[in-house]
């Protein structure tokens, strides 16, 4: 597949953070629409391949093609690409000052130039659709954990991304919160939207996943469709990885 046709394409992309290599040679190719698991141990660097794509992290050698644009390091380029890319973080990153509905208006007014009544429209939309438009008033801490990465996701679709990348974003959420934020996302999956998703959910995995990745040290180690990533691993790392979280 060219990188043309990709909607993601990283290519021997290698990061040193210092002397620190963290990482190494990784190549990985997305089509438009396909939805893509990466999972691995605590620092293998999982949350810095996802955080290249839309330029939170630099790195100093490959490519990386999102959507047919070369991610150069140019304003202009970069403001391009993070309005095709949305990202949802393991702690939300809302505005703590701003109420739910400010949340979701702010990058669409400032950024996108948008009128605020149209932005209000767009907001109450996607907070409907993630099934908290109740709460449009009140502010981030009054909500709980999994109302509030609803919003996060309801944000970022507000920009309408070609691409939502998320980091583990079930993984701070207490365990009964854990379903309403995977069900938002299955939706979402469902609607055909190019998805990267780092996370130890191996149920959301086996349902949503075109392909699950495996990294440890830096580097892509195997990667699958769900059923043989998680039925026969290859690798005797992969192995022994399963058995830990499953
Ligand atoms: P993961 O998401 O898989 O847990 P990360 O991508 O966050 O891994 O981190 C990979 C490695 O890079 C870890 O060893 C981590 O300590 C290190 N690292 C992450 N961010 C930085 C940073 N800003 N400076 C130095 N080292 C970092
Ligand atoms: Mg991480």
Redesign the pocket.
Known sequence: MSSQQAMISMENVNKW??D?H?LKDVNLTIKKGEKVVIC??????????IRCLNHLEKFQQGNIVINGTELIEDVKVVRHIRSQVGMVFQHFNLFPHLTVLDNLVLAPTWVHKKPRKEAIETAMYYLERVKIANQAKKYPNQLSGGQQQRVAIARCLCINPEIMLFDEPTSALDPEMVSEVLDVMIELANEGITMVC?THEMGFAKKVADRVIF?DQ?QIIEENDPETFFEQPESDRLQLFLDQIL
């Open positions: 953070y210092g620190f963290v691995g141990p605590s620092g293998s660097g999982k949350s810095t391949t780092v990294m830096g």
